[in-house]
């Protein structure tokens, strides 16, 4: 799912399991697991709220030029596009599995803020108005141990991690101190267990220290 520099651990613990009382196919405990999610970039700028498009990148100024790369390869994209558009027939599969947690590895901030980490290669941005685009897919949690969620700064971390909680997601590998940054994503699935999500990153996949 995700490189060894950034590493999700997945607790799932089904009720009354042991070796001699294995589970039941009703008793397990089903996961999504989705990586990397950006939703910066050129998907930011086709949803309904765009953010500021400038960049600070060798290759671009502009988030626009990834959508005109976009049209010129598939034809023109008629803006702004519904939220479950990024999804594509994806959300119809989802619904079919119907996964009990469903779990990202969000590498995109999602923010106003236009305090980018300087000396940084790549910032992606996602304005606060288009997070419709990740709860139209259910998702529960946001993994943010990567090397993304500073890209706009700690600004931009604290506004991420504020609309996440706006909208019933949950976030792992990050917080307003240590203490919270180490905590775990709890899910209770009813009748089967908990699911525990922990969220590690290291500076080696270019996390600022």
């Not at 799912?1 to 042991?18: E, Q």
């Not at 939220?83 to 999602?110: H, M, S």
């Not at 969620?149 to 504020?162: I, K, R, S």
Request: proline share 6%.
């Amino acid at each position: 799912m995700i490189n060894a520099s950034k590493t999700l651990l997945v607790l799932a613990t089904p009720v009354g399991h042991t070796a001699a009382n294995p589970s039941r196919d009703s008793d397990l405990i089903t996961l999504f697991l989705c990586g990397d999610v950006m939703t910066g970039r050129g998907i930011d700028q086709v949803l309904p709220h765009p953010s500021d498009p400038h960049l600070y990148e060798l290759y671009t100024e502009s988030a626009l030029a990834y959508v005109e790369l976009a049209e010129t390869v598939n034809g023109p994209i008629r803006k702004p596009v519904a939220f479950a558009y990024i999804w594509g027939d994806a959300l119809e599969e989802l619904e079919r599995a119907a996964p009990d947690v469903r779990i990202i590895n969000l590498e995109t901030a999602i923010t106003k803020s236009d305090d980018h980490w300087k000396g940084k290669g790549v910032h992606y941005r996602m304005h606060p108005q288009n997070i419709p685009c990740i709860t139209k897919a259910k998702i529960d949690c946001s993994v943010l141990a990567n090397n993304h969620v500073l890209d706009w700064g700690y600004p931009g971390l604290a506004e991420t991690l504020q609309t996440l909680q706006r909208a019933n997601v949950k976030s792992a590998g990050v917080g307003g101190n240590v203490t919270e940054a180490e905590a775990p994503a709890v899910f209770e699935v009813a009748g089967k267990g908990r699911v525990i999500v922990f969220g590690l990153g290291s500076t080696t996949s270019g996390i600022p220290r």
